[in-house]
């Protein structure tokens, strides 16, 4: 079946830099996406969603972009901080028939490393 | 608010044994899932809940059986536990129709032996 993907398993940065976590995903009848965040030993936390008729939305530190031509989803973080380092998923809900809940599939995961 | 508790958080079990991770939201969430996660894997769904009294599979439902009595309760029975089942177990809500937002608990570590 279709999944989401991830290009990049590591990335490594520097305090201060900016972070960009890619996502490809295959299935073009996913309307909704969602970044997550999870510290070691913890549970997955939200960070930013977007739906698929936007291709771009920010919150804070965090900007998400949408590119539904190639699929492909990103997502930055402004000014990496220690605090940020942790394993990023991305998550696609696949447009859900004739019922209101649609199944999120997640990707594998990127380690995001921040070294000060 | 707690928000979403997980008990227990560790667990080890002989091949053959059963046992029910608990799931609890205070939320009133009406939409809760159970997801494993394996290295390399990511998340997927094992089984998830639109309400109570209402649940279907997920991805990988096969060994584990759910059931849905109140709002606030999820539990999920390994019947038979096999060593393809150690693996991090997490539970997850959310608002449902208007949000796909997940919440989810702190995880329960099983070993099956």
């Known amino acids: 079946g279709e999944s989401v993907g991830l290009h990049l398993p590591t990335l490594s940065v520097q305090e201060g830099d900016n972070s960009i976590i890619n996502c490809a995903y295959s299935?073009?009848?996913?309307?909704?996406f969602i970044w997550y965040k999870q510290e070691s030993g913890k549970g997955p936390q939200f960070i930013i969603d977007?739906?698929?008729?936007?291709d771009k939305r920010q919150g804070q530190r965090v900007t998400v972009l949408l590119n539904k031509t190639v699929k492909h989803l990103s997502l930055q973080i402004a000014a990496t901080q220690p605090g940020d380092s942790a394993v990023y998923f991305c998550?696609?809900?696949?447009?859900?028939?004739?019922?209101?809940?649609?199944?999120?599939?997640f990707g594998q995961g990127t380690i995001l490393t921040v070294h000060p | 608010n707690a928000g979403v508790t997980q008990t227990p958080k560790f667990q080890v079990l002989k091949t053959g044994q059963s046992m029910t991770l608990q799931c609890a939201q205070d939320?009133?969430?009406?939409?809760m899932s159970w997801y494993r996660q394996d290295p390399g894997m990511g998340l997927r769904l094992i089984h998830y809940?639109?309400?109570?009294?209402?649940?279907d599979q997920g991805e990988v439902p096969n060994g584990y059986n759910v059931s849905r009595s109140t709002t606030e309760d999820f539990p999920l029975r390994l019947l038979s536990a096999a060593p393809s089942q150690t693996s991090v177990y997490f539970c997850?809500?959310?608002?449902?129709?208007?949000?796909?937002?997940?919440?989810f608990g702190p995880g329960t570590r099983l070993t099956v032996t």
């Open positions: 997850a809500t959310s608002r449902g129709t208007e949000s796909y937002e997940q919440y």
């Open positions: 939320m009133n969430h009406e939409y």
């Open positions: 809940s639109v309400g109570a009294g209402i649940t």
């Open positions: 998550a696609e809900k696949v447009r859900a028939g004739g019922t209101s809940y649609g199944k999120l599939t």
């Open positions: 977007i739906r698929s008729n936007m």
């Open positions: 299935n073009s009848a996913s309307d909704y």
